[in-house]
T-cell receptor
Framework: DAGVTQSPTHLIKTRGQQVTLRCSPK?????VSWYQQALGQGPQFIFQ???????QRGNFPDRFSGHQFPNYSSELNVNALLLGDSALYLC??????????FGQGTRLTVV | DAKTTQPTSMDCAEGRAANLPCNHS???????VYWYRQIHSQGPQYIIH???NNETNEMASLIITEDRKSSTLILPHATLRDTAVYYC????????????FGQGTILTVHP
C-alpha cells in the first residue's frame, strides 16, 4: 500500500501565476482533505472533498479551489499566487471521517 | 471544534515514559480526542484517538479524564525518533474528520 502520495514534492512559482497540486489517497479511502502549513505553524484546513463534492471549507479565499475525481484522487488549485501562499501543502485521506493519513506534502515557494 | 491547550515544549530522557498533557474543556459529547505527531518536514502521523475510555495501541496510550476535559498521551519508552511536534485535536461529530491543529507540543527526547 503506497499510502497517500502527493506531487510534485517541491515547486517554485512566480507571483500571479496559478498552480495545481495533486494527491492520490490511501487505497480504500473516499475522503480527501487539504491543509496549508506555513513555517512554524500547525496545518490549517483548506477544504475537504467527498463523493466529488466540496463538503467543508476552511477560511481560505476563492483563489483556492479543488476537485475530486471518480477514483477519489484530488487536485488543489491556487490562482493569482501571492508571496504569502508559500507553504507546505498537505493532503490527507480518510474513510468516513475516521483517522486521517497524510502525505509528505508539496513545498510551494512563491517568488 | 474543541479548542485545545498544550504546553509549548517538553523534554524526556530516552527510555523513559513521555507524558504529554492536553486540556480540551470545551470538547462536545460527540467529539473524539485525536493525537497526531509531525516529525520535521514530514506529514503529520496519526497516533491514537479516543472518546471516553482509555485507549492503547502499539504506539501509545491515551488517558482521558472522566469529565473529558483533559487527556494525556503516554509514550511508554521514548526513543530519539519520537522527537516531534505532538498535536492534540478534538474532532468528530459533524466535522467529518476536519482537523483543527493548534501549535502543539514540541517533544525533545534526549540521549
Amino acid at each position: 500500500d503506497a499510502g497517500v502520495t502527493q506531487s510534485p514534492t517541491h515547486l517554485i512559482k512566480t507571483r500571479g501565476q496559478q498552480v495545481t497540486l495533486r494527491c492520490s489517497p490511501k487505497s480504500g479511502h473516499d475522503t480527501v482533505s487539504w491543509y496549508q502549513q506555513a513555517l512554524g505553524q500547525g496545518p490549517q484546513f483548506i477544504f475537504q472533498y467527498y463523493e466529488e463534492e466540496e463538503r467543508q471549507r476552511g477560511n481560505f479565499p476563492d483563489r483556492f479551489s479543488g476537485h475530486q475525481f471518480p477514483n477519489y484522487s484530488s487536485e488543489l488549485n491556487v490562482n493569482a499566487l501571492l508571496l504569502g501562499d508559500s507553504a507546505l501543502y498537505l493532503c490527507a485521506s480518510s474513510l468516513f471521517g475516521a483517522e486521517a493519513f497524510f502525505g509528505q506534502g508539496t513545498r510551494l515557494t512563491v517568488v | 471544534d474543541a479548542k485545545t491547550t498544550q504546553p509549548t515544549s517538553m523534554d524526556c530522557a530516552e527510555g523513559r515514559a513521555a507524558n504529554l498533557p492536553c486540556n480540551h474543556s470545551t470538547i462536545s459529547g460527540n467529539e473524539y480526542v485525536y493525537w497526531y505527531r509531525q516529525i520535521h518536514s514530514q506529514g503529520p502521523q496519526y497516533i491514537i484517538h479516543g472518546l471516553k475510555n482509555n485507549e492503547t495501541n502499539e504506539m501509545a496510550s491515551l488517558i482521558i479524564t472522566e469529565d473529558r476535559k483533559s487527556s494525556t498521551l503516554i509514550l511508554p519508552h521514548a526513543t530519539l525518533r519520537d522527537t516531534a511536534v505532538y498535536y492534540c485535536i478534538g474532532a468528530g461529530g459533524t466535522s467529518y474528520g476536519k482537523l483543527t491543529f493548534g501549535q502543539g507540543t514540541i517533544l525533545t527526547v534526549h540521549p
